[in-house]
């Protein structure tokens, strides 16, 4: 039977031919600008069974973007559906749109801004290094100081931020990092002691709840808001992440909720920077500082067990849960934005 033959047709056999004749040959394929992942995702490890019921068997670690310096501060907005984070040494904060994946920059200049997060009113909250400050963006376009001093002393350098629903109280944690260096901030001198603070929702005044922490750094609360997570990577002699029960305005119950050492890794440990709790309850924590193996996000189920590990080329910064399920986990890690599916749900609006 006759067949007429496009010029489509005669690629579609050429190629196959060809990748038959390379399969029989045994030349491998070139797939340098493709990079396939084979599911289930290698790097996606489950430590502890209790794991397994977040880990999507078809579904690949992704990176969305690169070319910052040092990437952190990542969250995430429900109604623009977009990420927003920054590279702090370039003092700049960028946008990546769901809708097409476009990455533009959002902020320039942003305070060297380090911790992103959004109120439930829906405005950015950004804790500014290079400030010394916290501030708040607000629906007109303006900027609103909301905290830069305390007792009459100069915050060190704001970090990460979280906000209370009920309150509308913003707390967040002041470990000086971008005082301590030009290449984050404005290096100057630490006038307080290293705290977590919150600001009131009503009047907007200030007040320390706890300063018996080393360097406050990621901050989160349990799922029910009864707890507050803060990662200190200051702590000796192992980097953890600490935990305080929430009674209304004040922290009591200090505790360590886990530390970042890890088997295999003899006693080096690396630090916990952003972290987030899911709708169980496990808290997710950006890690790195050790190298292969280690560096990425650490899980950690609510009695502080390890039961998994998403495992990046990159030391991770801090992370966020977003998406339009809240199922999707974005990663800073470093120089580059990474992102996986899986199979839980932040805990809260980011």
């Known amino acids: 039977m006759s067949k007429t033959l496009t010029r489509r047709s005669l690629f579609a056999a050429g190629a196959a031919a060809a990748a038959g004749a390379a399969a029989l040959s045994g030349q491998e394929r070139d797939w340098t600008n493709v990079q396939p992942?084979?599911?289930?995702?290698?790097?996606?490890?489950?430590?502890?069974?209790?794991?397994?019921?977040?880990?999507?068997?078809?579904t690949p670690i992704q990176r969305l973007h690169v070319g910052m310096l040092w990437a952190e501060g990542t969250a995430w907005?429900?109604?623009?559906?977009?990420?927003?984070?920054?590279?702090?040494?370039?003092?700049?904060q960028y946008r990546w749109?769901?809708?097409?994946?476009?990455?533009?920059?959002?902020?320039?200049?942003?305070?060297?801004?380090?911790?992103?997060?959004?109120?439930?009113?829906?405005?950015?909250?950004?804790c500014e290094h290079g400030n010394r400050r916290v501030v708040r963006y607000e629906h007109d376009g303006t900027v609103t100081d909301l905290a830069d001093s305390f007792e009459g002393k100069r915050l060190n350098a704001p970090n990460d931020v979280v906000v209370h629903p009920n309150t509308n109280d913003i707390w967040f944690t002041d470990p000086g990092y971008g005082t301590m260096m030009h290449y984050e901030g404005n290096k100057g001198t630490l006038e307080i002691k290293e705290a977590v603070y919150r600001i009131d929702g009503q009047n907007g005044s200030l007040h320390k709840v706890a300063d018996e922490i080393d360097k406050p750094n990621g901050i989160c609360f349990s799922p029910d808001y009864s707890t507050l997570y803060v990662a200190d990577t200051g702590s000796a002699p192992y980097k953890d992440i600490k935990a305080w029960t929430v009674n209304g305005t004040r922290l009591t119950n200090r505790r360590i909720f886990t530390d970042m050492r890890m088997d295999g890794f003899g006693e080096v440990t690396g630090n916990a920077?952003?972290?987030?709790?899911?709708?169980d309850g496990n808290v997710w924590a950006a890690g790195g500082w050790v190298g292969d193996g280690y560096d990425g996000v650490h899980v950690f189920a609510p009695d502080g067990d390890r039961i998994g590990l998403i495992k990046l080329p990159e030391i991770c910064g801090n992370l966020c849960f977003g998406g339009r399920k809240r199922n999707r986990l974005f990663m800073a890690g470093s120089q580059s934005i990474y992102t996986v599916y899986v199979e839980t749900q932040g805990a809260h609006i980011t």
């Not at 490890?45 to 209790?50: A, C, F, G, M, Q």
């Not at 533009?104 to 911790?115: A, T, W, Y």
């Open 273 to 279: 920077d952003g972290i987030r709790c899911d709708t």
């Open 97 to 126: 749109l769901e809708e097409d994946g476009h990455v533009s920059v959002f902020r320039n200049p942003s305070g060297n801004s380090n911790g992103n997060t959004f109120d439930y009113q829906g405005r950015q909250l950004s």
């Open 77 to 92: 907005n429900n109604v623009g559906r977009y990420l927003v984070w920054s590279d702090i040494p370039n003092n700049v």
């Open 37 to 58: 992942t084979r599911y289930p995702d290698p790097d996606i490890v489950t430590l502890d069974p209790r794991f397994t019921k977040y880990v999507l068997g078809n």
